[in-house]
């Protein structure tokens, strides 16, 4: 069974920085590419970033571009999000995703102004 759990969220003023975290497990994790997802309130989950399964190669959604990293560890089965120069627009909760399987509970972010 695909587990998820994702973990950094907080509460961060304006311009600040934040570092989530996704714990894997159930699956080959360093076979599959992975995703991080957010839900801000009133809105649609919207894919933020995502990174093949090597880690060669990844994307972010404009709106985050220059702002927030993806990276993974495939000894520690564990996906990242570093997010810098956060605003309130980012204010959402944050999902990783495995290309099959369910959600996780997510982390709850919320930037101050």
């Known amino acids: 069974e695909v587990r998820l759990v994702e973990s950094g969220g907080g509460l961060v003023q304006d311009g600040g920085s934040l570092r989530l975290s996704c714990a894997a497990s159930g699956f080959s994790f360093s076979s599959y590419a992975m995703s991080w997802y957010r839900r801000a309130p009133g809105k649609e989950r919207e894919l933020v970033a995502r990174?093949?399964?090597?880690?060669?190669?990844?994307s972010v959604a404009d709106s985050v571009k220059g702002r927030f990293t993806i990276s993974r560890d495939n000894a520690k089965n564990t996906v990242y999000l570093q997010m810098n120069s956060l605003s309130p627009e980012d204010t959402a909760v944050y999902y990783c995703?495995?290309?099959?399987?369910?959600w996780g509970q997510g982390t709850q972010v919320t930037v101050s102004s």
């Open positions: 995703k495995a290309p099959f399987g369910g």
């Open positions: 990174i093949t399964s090597a880690g060669g190669s990844t």
